[in-house]
């Protein structure tokens, strides 16, 4: 089993979800051509990182030239993309081959009407604390035996 976790630093880097899309795909299609076994895709985690947005303005502004005040819209267009393109990929290589997991929910505070990374597991705001790293080895057997 490949478990692979892609597609944030492009979205970090300044990528739109578009073209991280295409990345993730070919990466995943190559695992699945060159590989007998089976691939298991994370969903991207949340980012908190907003900090870096004003330094990726361009192309990530809005249409009057401010930079985005979240990763969170890019996170979650992408997580969608990635989903639909897993579809055409268990087509071509076979549904059990394939899977699409889902572990972010966990690393999200709710709170006075925003959704943002949870500070107290992702202390820099991208990378999980070691007890999420254990939710995450957890998420992944999880997801294996059931």
């Not at 930079?67 to 897993?86: I, Q, Y």
């Amino acid at each position: 089993i490949h478990v692979v976790v892609i597609g944030t630093n492009n979205l970090g880097s300044g990528e739109l979800p578009e073209p991280t899309l295409k990345g993730v795909l070919a990466v995943a299609d190559y695992v699945l051509s060159y590989t007998k076994g089976q691939l298991l895709l994370f969903q991207i985690l949340p980012r908190g990182d907003n900090h870096v947005l004003e330094n990726l303005c361009p192309p990530r502004c809005s249409s009057s030239r401010k930079p985005f005040e979240s990763f969170m819209p890019a996170v979650h267009k992408l997580n969608k993309l990635v989903n639909d393109g897993a579809e055409d990929l268990k087509e071509k290589h076979g549904k059990d081959r394939l899977g699409w997991i889902d572990c972010g929910s966990n690393f999200i505070a709710n709170g006075d009407g925003y959704i943002e990374v949870d500070e107290t597991v992702m202390p820099d705001l991208l990378h999980p604390n070691a007890a999420k790293h254990v939710f995450l080895a957890d998420c992944i057997l999880d997801f294996l035996y059931s």
